[in-house]
Nanobody
Framework: QVELAESGGGLVETGGSLRLSCVAS????????MGWFRQAPGKEREFVAS????????FYSDSVKARFTISRDNIKNTVDLQMTNLKPEDTAVYYC??????????????WGQGAQVTVSS
């Protein structure tokens, strides 16, 4: 399985933007649907966005639709999450993951270590 590492988290004010990046090692992301999940304090990990291996179809949770954009580069072995118009409720640890081939809202098990995103009000 690929190993994943996120970067780009930080502290931002409400309405600001951040870009998270995920780089894969020990394998290629090309065969996988890739995605982002997040976990806020005291809450379960939840789906944020995913993108098919071909780079075409994307999926978003209702809470981030029209604000977040997922992208991938199968040559560079990276998956990015551009986040705009951030809200305090977006505060969470964000994880990059491989996603189930048949269910774009479910992880298939390879996780990064996470990147903290904090949005101040």
């Amino acid at each position: 399985q690929v190993e994943l590492a996120e970067s780009g988290g930080g502290l931002v004010e409400t309405g600001g933007s951040l870009r998270l990046s995920c780089v894969a090692s020990r394998g290629s992301i090309a065969p996988y649907t890739m995605g982002w999940f997040r976990q806020a304090p005291g809450k379960e990990r939840e789906f944020v966005a995913s993108m098919r291996w071909s780079g075409g179809r994307t999926f978003y949770s209702d809470s981030v639709k029209a604000r977040f954009t997922i992208s991938r580069d199968n040559i560079k072995n990276t998956v990015d999450l551009q986040m705009t118009n951030l809200k305090p409720e977006d505060t969470a640890v964000y994880y990059c993951t491989t996603v189930d081939t048949w269910d774009p809202y479910t992880s298939s098990g390879s996780w990064g270590q996470g990147a903290q995103v904090t949005v101040s009000s």
